[in-house]
């Protein structure tokens, strides 16, 4: 692929799970800059990126607009991947969530248009879709949403107001934004507090010995993809001038079951003693949530016009990813 090359970037979040892989892609032929106010990423992802040259680390908060005018100065090319994120806080804390995303997003959309940069990538989620069951989902389908009252669709707004400050901005201004719906990304360096994705709550259980739980019947399915095939798409899309206001779905299409997703997690961890155990939704996350039944992308469009598609199974990418927790772990006791 054509790989960016002697630009100057930015990624926001860049100390976060997603935004430390790309950093470690962007470093080899780059100058990187991160911004990031550690409320989840961790220094532990991006310390041996700091001593090289080359490498910038701004610690602020994307609502600081000051902070934000800093980052972006003589910036070619921005990666916007900090948000707040995880299923437990839109339900908690949907303040926050809004707040951060939408005028967090306001203020770098605001900082890249004065400062002329040639490339602004955004990374939004397969939550726009909400509760649509148009299976496998397209860039162009509906959103379906649930009432406003029920704070689990506050991320998904949020999201969708940014696309739309996005589109805008560059139907007023012309502003060269590509924006990626990430479909479930999971890997090492991902957060395992309940606040996370399910792949690595799920792990951080096994390797305890504990069971996975698992919430409602199970039957629900998602399609995950592993973090260096979100990587690849996210660097495919920033390389491609074809790509400039455009919306692409970045995701597998190997479906699985959560019961299923279980039972493979326990057999790779070879930890066939733990019995996966069913919980309703509302022990974990309150009254303040609805369920998503099915969630798979159609991926045609970056097949299309990125040239993207996802290289790692979900077998494989899970093995990758249990070892490196445990190797975390183990490197504690």
């Known amino acids: 692929m054509t790989m960016l090359s002697g630009k100057r970037v930015l990624v926001t979040g860049g100390a976060g799970f997603i935004g430390s892989h790309l950093v470690d892609r962007l470093i080899e032929r780059n100058e990187v800059v991160v911004l990031d106010d550690f409320s989840s990423g961790s220094i532990d992802n991006i310390k041996h990126n700091m001593k090289r040259d080359g490498f910038t680390l701004i610690k602020g908060d994307i609502l600081d607009k000051s902070t934000v005018k800093e980052a972006v100065r003589d910036v070619d090319v921005v990666f916007h991947q900090a948000a707040v994120v995880g299923v437990k806080h839109y339900v908690e804390n949907p303040l926050r969530v809004l707040t951060t995303n939408v005028f967090g997003t306001h203020n770098l959309i605001d900082a890249s248009l004065e400062n002329g940069v040639e490339k602004f990538v955004f990374a939004s989620t397969s939550e726009i879709y909400g509760k649509n069951d148009n299976i496998p989902l397209s860039e162009e389908d509906n959103r379906v949403l649930g009432p406003t009252n029920i704070a689990r669709w506050c991320y998904s707004t949020s999201k969708a107001i940014d696309e739309h400050f996005l589109f805008a901005y560059r139907e007023e201004y012309g502003f060269p934004v590509v924006i990626l719906r990430y479909f479930n990304v999971y890997g090492p360096r ?53 790509a400039v206001g455009t919306v692409f779905n970045v995701g597998s299409m190997e479906e699985v079951t959560i019961n299923q997703l279980a039972r493979l997690i326990i057999e790779l961890a070879g930890a066939t003693e733990v019995k ?35 290289k790692t199974s979900l077998k494989d990418g899970l093995k990758k990813t249990i070892e490196w927790y445990r190797a975390r772990m183990k490197a504690k006791e």
Do not use: C, M, W
């Open 190 to 242: 991902q957060g395992t507090s309940d606040y996370s994705g399910v792949i690595p709550i799920f792990i951080r259980r096994v390797l305890r010995g504990e069971p996975p739980l698992i919430h409602g019947d199970g039957n629900q399915t998602r399609a995950f993809i592993y973090v260096s095939d979100a990587v690849e798409a996210t660097l495919l899309a920033a390389s491609k001038s074809e």
């Open 276 to 310: 996966p155990r069913h919980i309703p939704h509302n022990e974990f996350y309150g009254p303040s949530y609805e369920d998503i039944r099915r969630r798979v992308p159609d991926i045609r469009k970056a097949e299309r016009i990125l040239g993207f598609k996802p």
